[in-house]
């Protein structure tokens, strides 16, 4: 059965998963194989105490960073320069902005109606 260590930053905590209160840093607890997947996706709280277990965890989080991978390109796109130019100095012109500077609601809108 695989078991688990409490490593985490808390003292005295509560895990409903597994029905346990009062749970201090260094607490040591048997879990089902379930219960063990979910725990060793948490290897800043929980620990494996034995190799069983630490096999368990190290494949959750394999996949765990697969799955992140995934999601996450390794190397972002490259931004395209913005009108021709390059370099933290690049600035968007004036004339390339809308022009949102009336004053005038549509006629339209009924907020303005009253």
């Known amino acids: 059965m695989p078991r688990f260590r409490y490593v985490g930053p808390f003292d005295g905590i509560d895990i409903p998963l597994l029905r346990l209160v009062d749970v201090k840093p260094g607490d040591e607890f048997d879990v089902s194989d379930a219960q063990a997947e979910l725990l060793g996706a948490q290897p800043d709280n929980y620990e494996p105490v034995d190799e069983e277990t630490a096999a368990i965890a190290a494949v959750v989080q394999a996949d765990a960073a697969a799955a992140f991978e995934a999601?996450?390109?390794?190397?972002?796109?490259?931004?395209?320069?913005?009108?021709?130019?390059?370099?933290?100095?690049?600035?968007?012109?004036?004339?390339?902005?809308?022009?949102?500077?009336?004053?005038?609601?549509?006629?339209?809108?009924?907020?303005?109606?009253g």
């Open 71 to 113: 999601l996450v390109p390794a190397t972002p796109e490259p931004v395209p320069a913005i009108v021709g130019e390059s370099g933290p100095e690049a600035v968007i012109p004036l004339s390339a902005l809308p022009d949102t500077t009336t004053d005038a609601a549509p006629a339209d809108d009924p907020a303005q109606e």
